[in-house]
């Protein structure tokens, strides 16, 4: 069984700064990729990041680049989306993704999922 735990979230103002962890316990992904989506109330889940284990490509949604960062730490199953600059209309609950085969930004391409991290910007 695999299970992702996020970690990180929480109340900031307009401008500052988060960064979510996602650890994924129960299996060690060294290849596939893992993704960050996020889901606003009344919106449909959307992608924010995606990142290869092995080569630490990565994938930004164009609306992110700039401000947000995925990262991973191999050793510790782990990965990050360090969220800079941080806006009002970030807020939403972010959701840790695993497993994909590809840079993938649709959420049918991830086998696993976490519950999910709130993150709140507040103006």
């Known amino acids: 069984q695999v299970y992702l735990i996020e970690s990180g979230g929480g109340l900031v103002q307009a401008g500052g700064s988060l960064r979510l962890s996602c650890a994924a316990n129960g299996r060690t992904f060294s290849s596939g990729a893992m993704g960050w989506f996020r889901q606003a109330p009344g919106k449909e889940r959307e992608f924010v990041a995606a990142?290869?284990?092995?080569?630490?490509?990565?994938l930004l949604s164009d609306s992110m680049k700039g401000r947000f960062t995925i990262s991973r730490d191999n050793a510790k199953n782990t990965v990050y989306l360090q969220m800079n600059s941080l806006k009002p209309e970030d807020t939403a609950v972010y959701y840790c993704?695993?497993?994909?085969?590809?840079?993938?930004?649709?959420?049918?391409?991830?086998?696993?999922w976490g519950q999910g991290t709130q993150v709140t910007v507040s103006s």
């Open positions: 993704a695993a497993d994909s085969k590809r840079l993938s930004t649709r959420t049918s391409d991830y086998e696993y």
């Open positions: 990142i290869r284990w092995s080569s630490g490509y990565t």
